[in-house]
Each structure stands twice: as structure tokens, then as C-alpha cells.
């Protein structure tokens, strides 16, 4: 894909991004608040020193375990299907019948959620939740503030919005690129992946990251090796094995190339 097809490709990318995003963030915020309320109503029964006290139990994983689950079964079953019929194009011959979203699709969705993100995503979320409390607690008590305001506090925080934009940027893209490379296991192709970034002024690089995806822009590895980016390897945008510099609010994306021999056909996996 060269500069121009990969600008045009981003496009179509960012533009469902976005909506995924904006389809999704009440979503989270509310799933973030209601655990904001549960500690407050706690309080007013049993006083600031006891929801501190009992917190862990107060503050739950499963209001965010239920909506990034939806959001997982959303946006990558989208962008499963919209891989797979990519392909399919580009390689010019059929796959078969495009798998249903009750299927396989479904199920490979589901077995990476738990593999990957209720036991790691729901619990970095939630303990970021309990540290911006437990926070607010000791800067009201620093400022001598009493315990209603400091309660006040807690439920005005600009915290959630913040804390609910940063999530669903991260998992929208998450769950759309994994759910990609899923579809390429799937597919009887032998393909090659091209990570495809905004290239633009925000996109993370040296000297303000660590890490760079602007020269990532455009590179090409087989589907099913890694990119690397600061010394880490991604298989995809997002990938929960990179550090959280590496994928927290990342907007690439990342495009499959069934790969061609030298008489211009497609090249199928062994035993396909």
C-alpha cells in the first residue's frame, strides 16, 4: 500500500474509530460513575473512614467488564468483518462464506476478552479508579477540608470524563485491531500487515516518546510476526503486550496484503 492508499485507508479507519468512540464513551463514563455513586451512597451510611476502608469491595470490575465486553463484540466484530471482505477484494477469489456474528467471529472475540483484557484492562481501570479516589480523600484532608466537601469532591471530579475518554480511545482501537488480526488467522491467505498511523503532529515519536510510531508508518511484516516499537513488539496497534507508553491512546491502525508469487497469484497457507 503506498502513501496515498494509506491515507485513504487511515481515513475510512479514523472516521470509524471516531464514531466507535463517541458511540462508546457514555457507555464507559457511566459504567466509571456508578461506581463513583456506590462509594458516595456507602459513605452517607457508614461514613468516609469505612467505604476507605472497604473500597476494593465497594468499587467493582463489573460495570467496566460488562460495556468493554460490548464493545469489544461491537467494534471488533465491525472490524472482523470488514478485514475479512478486505481481503477477500484484494485477493480477487473467495474465502467462503463470510463466518456469522454468532459463529466462530463471536468466539474468537470472546476467548480474547478473557484471555487478554477482563484480567488485565477491567483491573488497570478499576485500580485507577480506586487510586483517583483514595487521592481525592487525602487531598481534602490535607486541605482540612471536612468530610461532605471532600465526598463533593469526589463526585465533581473531572476525573471521569478524563479517565472515560483515555479508556475508550484505548479499547476502541484495541478490540478493532485485534479483531483484525483475528479475521487473518482465519483466512486461508498467506498475508503480510502494514501499520498504517495518522503520520500527523500528535502521532507519538522520540523526542516526547519513547516510543515511535511515525517511522512505523507503513512498514510491512508478515501477519503473523511483530512490529517493533521501542524495543517492544506489537502484533497490532494496541496490543496489550506493550507497555502502556507504547499503546494507550494510539489512533494506528494496520492493513493486510495477501501476498503474491511471482506470477502474480495469491499464495494460500499449507493445507488450505
Avoid at 141 to 161: A, K
Avoid at 225 to 245: H, K, M, Q, T, V
Avoid at 258 to 271: A, T
Wanted: some cysteine.
Amino acid at each position: 500500500m503506498n502513501r496515498d492508499e494509506a491515507k485513504e485507508y487511515y481515513a475510512r479507519w479514523s472516521l470509524f474509530q471516531q464514531k466507535q468512540e463517541l458511540a462508546f464513551k457514555p457507555k464507559v463514563r457511566a459504567a466509571l460513575q456508578s461506581n463513583i455513586q456506590a462509594f458516595v451512597d456507602y459513605e452517607h451510611v457508614n461514613g468516609l473512614k469505612s467505604a476507605l476502608d472497604n473500597i476494593d469491595t465497594i468499587v467493582s470490575a463489573q460495570p467496566i467488564s460488562d460495556v468493554l465486553t460490548k464493545l469489544y463484540l461491537t467494534v471488533g466484530g465491525r472490524q472482523y468483518r470488514f478485514i475479512e471482505q478486505q481481503i477477500k477484494r484484494d485477493s480477487a477469489k473467495k474465502i467462503g462464506p463470510t463466518m456469522g456474528y454468532n459463529t466462530q467471529m463471536t468466539t474468537d472475540i470472546l476467548n480474547y476478552l478473557k484471555k487478554h483484557i477482563l484480567s488485565k484492562a477491567v483491573f488497570r481501570v478499576t485500580k485507577t479508579q480506586k487510586d483517583a479516589i483514595r487521592e481525592a480523600i487525602s487531598k481534602g484532608v490535607e486541605r482540612g477540608l471536612g468530610t461532605d466537601e471532600i465526598v463533593r469532591s469526589i463526585e465533581n471530579s473531572p476525573y471521569v470524563d478524563w479517565h472515560a475518554q483515555l479508556v475508550v480511545r484505548t479499547e476502541t482501537v484495541r478490540a478493532a485491531n485485534a479483531a483484525g488480526q483475528m479475521a487473518a488467522d482465519r483466512t486461508p491467505f498467506i498475508l503480510d500487515k502494514q501499520w498504517i498511523s495518522a503520520h500527523d503532529s500528535r502521532t507519538r515519536r522520540p523526542p516526547g516518546s519513547a516510543f515511535d510510531h511515525y517511522d512505523l508508518h507503513l512498514q510491512i511484516v508478515p501477519y503473523d510476526r511483530p512490529f517493533f516499537s521501542g524495543g517492544e513488539e506489537l502484533e497490532y496497534p494496541g496490543d496489550p503486550a506493550g507497555s502502556a507508553g507504547n499503546v494507550i491512546n494510539c489512533r494506528c491502525t494496520v492493513a493486510y496484503l495477501p501476498r503474491r508469487d511471482e506470477n502474480g497469484f495469491v499464495m494460500r497457507k499449507p493445507g488450505s
